[in-house]
C-alpha cells in the first residue's frame, strides 16, 4: 500500500434485514414486490418501503427490509439491539450464518421462526477490485481506519470486501458510527498505512 492517505467515505447501517424470495412471501404474501425507497451507495442495493418487525425474547424491535432478495435471510443489527432484544451478539460478515441466533420475523401476512442468521456485521470496507489491486489489496485483507473530529477514532480489523462493481465505502453500524460521532449518512475516515 502506498505511504499515502486513503480517503474513504463513512457510512452508518440501521439495523435492517435481507429476505429470501421464500421469506418474502410468507411475511408478505405470495408474489408480493418490494417497493424501492431509495437506491444505496453499492450498485444494485436499494432500501425498500416495507419493514417488518425483529421479535427477541425480551423485545421487539422494526427493521426495514433492503433489496433486492437474497438466497438466504439475514437479519443484521448492532449489539444494542441484540441487547434489547434478548439475542446473543454475534459478531459475522455478512452470509456466514453458522452457529448464529434466530428471532422471529413478522410481517403483515405472517410470521417466521427464524433459526439462524441474526448478526451484528463486522466493519468492512467495500471496494472495486481495480481500487484494490492499485493498493496492493485483496479481499479478506484487515485494515485500520482513522476518524479525525470532535470524537476522534480508530477502527481496527476492518475487513475489507472487494468485487468488480463495489464502491469505496466504509460500513459501520449504528453503535460503531455514534461512538465516532458520525450521522447515519456518514462521514469520512483514512485507511491507515
Not at 433459526?115 to 477490485?129: E, F, Y
Not at 482513522?146 to 477502527?155: K, N, P
Not at 453500524?173 to 462521514?187: K, M
Amino acid at each position: 500500500m502506498p505511504n499515502e492517505l486513503m480517503k474513504i467515505s463513512i457510512e452508518v447501517s440501521a439495523r435492517h434485514v435481507h429476505l429470501s424470495t421464500a421469506d418474502l412471501a410468507a411475511l408478505f404474501g405470495a408474489n408480493y414486490e418490494l417497493t424501492k425507497l431509495k437506491d444505496l451507495s453499492q450498485p444494485g442495493q436499494w432500501a425498500a418501503e416495507e419493514k417488518i418487525t425483529v421479535r427477541g425474547p425480551r423485545g421487539e424491535l422494526e427493521c426495514r427490509v433492503l433489496g433486492p432478495c437474497r438466497p438466504a435471510s439475514q437479519v443484521e443489527l448492532a449489539k444494542t439491539d441484540c441487547l434489547k432484544l434478548g439475542i446473543e451478539p454475534t459478531l459475522r460478515l455478512s452470509g456466514d450464518h453458522e452457529d448464529t441466533p434466530g428471532c422471529t420475523l413478522i410481517g403483515p401476512q405472517g410470521e417466521i421462526e427464524f433459526k439462524r442468521g441474526v448478526i451484528v456485521a463486522k466493519r468492512h470496507i467495500h471496494l472495486s477490485d481495480a481500487e484494490a489491486l492499485e493498493r496492493n489489496l485483496k479481499n479478506g485483507d484487515s485494515v485500520t481506519v482513522a476518524v479525525r473530529g470532535e470524537r476522534a477514532i480508530s477502527f481496527h480489523n476492518v475487513i475489507l470486501r472487494t468485487h468488480e462493481s463495489f464502491r469505496l465505502n466504509l460500513h459501520l453500524d449504528t453503535d460503531e458510527g455514534n461512538a465516532a460521532w458520525q450521522e447515519v449518512g456518514g462521514g469520512h475516515g483514512e485507511i491507515i498505512p
